[in-house]
């Protein structure tokens, strides 16, 4: 085994972008460009680097991570994010799998993860943390991926290794993060059952004091632990997402007048236009028409 091949069967099953494969929940990323600024959703994943470095932003925390770590997200966030050194000839190359909850939970119920710290009553673990790759999580992590050359073997194999390689993220030093995302009960699964209704109900104004209900807390605690979990408050949260959508509409349409502008910001759950381009303009440094037709040009006419 070793960090050569990893990076190699990444580059030989990752066309570009982010890519999934014929292993469910499993996802190879080359990505060639390190310059531009990403505004994108984590998912609820774990991310190993085979080369590069990136790095994100969420709330006012920022994270740092390359070749030979990894990060996990147990909550879908919206996140900020760049590639610090690829190019076309030095890509930037990942593993990615999805965390499933039902998996996480089923292994909590063995024997073995007794042993495990009880969750503690402090602050909740934030939803994003970075770790050392271990030798034996880059193992299981390739031989996940030589599955992909003996495709009769995935259904049999790839649930077993998908269950070791969490069982050693779980065992590990963000062990805490993903052990919470299988307690039905934790508060970071309170706060990310929280985020699944916004993410659905975007457009819609908020109290916090109802987010608390549904997430069976009083008020002053969730909102701590909605702040130590994705570093930000609900209302910063909601207001990412609703510019992200915002971003996703616009580059979708067809349009580029100012109609499209005000239409899109109703659409989002802004009361008013302008409002929502001064906060677009903020969080992608042009205003929503001139982003969007950026956005919307072939690659060729933004290099």
Known sequence: MSFDEFR???AQHAPGGISPTAIPGVLVSRMDDGGSQDESTTGTILAVVAQGTKRISVGG??????????LVASVDLPVSGHFTDASREHPALGFGLELRPEVIAELMLTAAAADFPRPSRGPSPSALA????????????????RLLDHPRDIPVLAPLIEREILWLIMSGEQGATVRQLGLADSSLSRVRHVVRW????????LRVDDLASLARMSPSAFH?????????SPIQYQKSI?????????IAGTGSGSGDVGATAYAVG???PSQFSREYRRAFGASPTQDAAALRAPASARL
């Open 8 to 10: 190699s069967r990444v």
């Open 61 to 70: 925390a920022v994270h740092d991570y390359g070749a030979g770590q990894y």
């Open 130 to 145: 970075v770790g050392d790759t271990s030798p034996r999580l880059l193992d299981a992590v390739l031989r996940m991926l």
């Open 198 to 205: 916004m993410r659905e109900h975007f457009a819609e104004s």
């Open 224 to 232: 701590r632990a909605f702040h130590a979990v994705t570093s930000m």
């Open 242 to 250: 609703r510019l992200q959508e915002a971003r996703l509409r616009l």
């Open 270 to 272: 802004y009361d008013s």
